[in-house]
């Protein structure tokens, strides 16, 4: 196929809930089945194979659904994986709903993962042409690393203590770590590929963009009001009358208001939950005070400053305000300044892949393998 036609309609069955292997078995169809995809030329008996052929007919347990260029290939397990990434979104479907919206994620997963193979072939041709094939190499092994920190991370994140734990985690939702790798690492190389052509044409973000930027949208650079506050609760359920309660409630006031830390007090006299936090009330922005009866209190409220009784419904509040922001613009300076250009630089980074992409759709040899 070439030119910017669509993308053909691919074969596809819905998605039925992945199988989970037992321990230490392969996940079917993974990097683990034998017969890896060989690259187009190599001897199959007494002929070499044409990359179709050799696709159709020696690699029994991958399913090439789509060749880019040359020999990039493109497979169903890979598209497939991409899908089950969204398993959280998924899982809140059920039917023809969850099954509709698996066909319309391949869908987009396969028209991503072509667009990505576009690039890297017209990658690859460029620098073959130009002599260039080492940086080829170099750009692998940065790939590489960056998949090797992004997966530290991940393991990090997750409280994966070895690899295996790791595979496991994939592994009960359908996935293969060497597939996820290889995604990585490809699309960190197009990523590469891409921003090493905005260099080349000088396209650079100015400070007058910058500016401009920055004035037209200034609710992007509000600071908004912020309270950082001690609470106490007494409540009338722990007295025998709601006059024990005041009682109780005005004398841990007037320590308070004497210079007593009400936080403290909080720890040992809350009936709420503040004295579970360190005396600390629920909530820093407007519309996140908890309770709601006292948040008005809260926002009148200057730093030090103790309020008095706050009467609700099941008994008495006492709040003190520890830190206070109020709203404002903050300055164009040079963090501002430094987190615009690498919005713009990201906008602009984004209009030439996709204008890159519609030129390979229109120039480039795409391959969607019939059944």
């Not at 164009?332 to 209009?351: F, M």
Request: hydrophobic letters at 35%; proline letters at 6%; glycine letters at 8%.
């Amino acid at each position: 196929m070439t030119g910017s036609q669509p993308v053909p309609g691919v074969p596809f069955n819905p998605l039925a809930p992945p199988v989970v292997p037992a321990s230490g078995a392969p996940v079917p169809g993974g990097p683990d089945a034998r017969g890896p995809v060989v690259p187009a030329g190599v001897v199959v008996g007494k002929k070499i194979a044409t990359t179709t052929e050799m696709l159709k007919s020696g690699i029994p347990r991958v399913k090439v659904i789509a060749i880019v260029g040359a020999n990039n290939v493109i497979t169903d397990e890979e598209i497939r994986e991409s899908v089950w990434q969204q398993y959280e979104e998924l899982a809140k479907l059920e039917g023809r709903a969850r099954q509709e919206r698996e066909r319309q994620l391949y869908s987009a997963a396969l028209k991503k993962t072509i667009e990505r193979e576009l690039i890297l072939d017209e990658m690859y041709a460029k620098l073959k042409k130009a002599n260039k094939a080492s940086l080829i190499e170099e750009l692998k092994e940065s790939a590489s690393q960056s998949a090797d920190r992004h997966i530290r991370e991940m393991k990090k994140h997750l409280g994966a203590k070895t690899d295996d734990d790791l595979n496991t985690f994939f592994r009960l939702r359908g996935l293969t770590l060497p597939v996820f790798r290889r995604q990585m690492e490809r699309e960190f190389m197009a990523s590469q590929y891409v921003s090493s052509l905005m260099k080349e044409t000088g396209r650079l973000v100015g400070l007058a963009e910058i500016r401009e930027f920055y004035d037209r949208h200034p609710d992007e650079f509000k600071s908004p009001d912020r309270v950082r506050w001690q609470h106490l609760f007494v409540s009338f359920a722990k007295y025998a009358t709601p006059q024990a309660a005041y009682n109780q409630a005005e004398a841990l006031r007037q320590k308070a208001a004497a210079g007593e830390d009400l936080g403290a007090l909080s720890k040992q006299f809350d009936h709420g939950l503040a004295g579970q936090q360190g005396g600390f009330g629920a909530g820093e922005k407007r519309g996140e005070i908890a309770p709601k009866d006292i948040e008005p209190t809260v926002w009148t409220l200057k730093v030090g400053q103790v309020s008095g009784l706050i009467q609700t419904p099941t008994g008495y509040h006492i709040v003190k305000v520890v830190e206070r922001d109020y709203e404002s613009v903050l300055p164009c300076d040079a963090k501002v300044q430094s987190k615009i250009r690498d919005k713009l630089n990201e906008s602009v980074y984004d209009q030439n892949k996709k204008k890159m992409v519609e030129d390979l759709w229109r120039k480039g040899v795409v391959r969607i393998l019939d059944e």
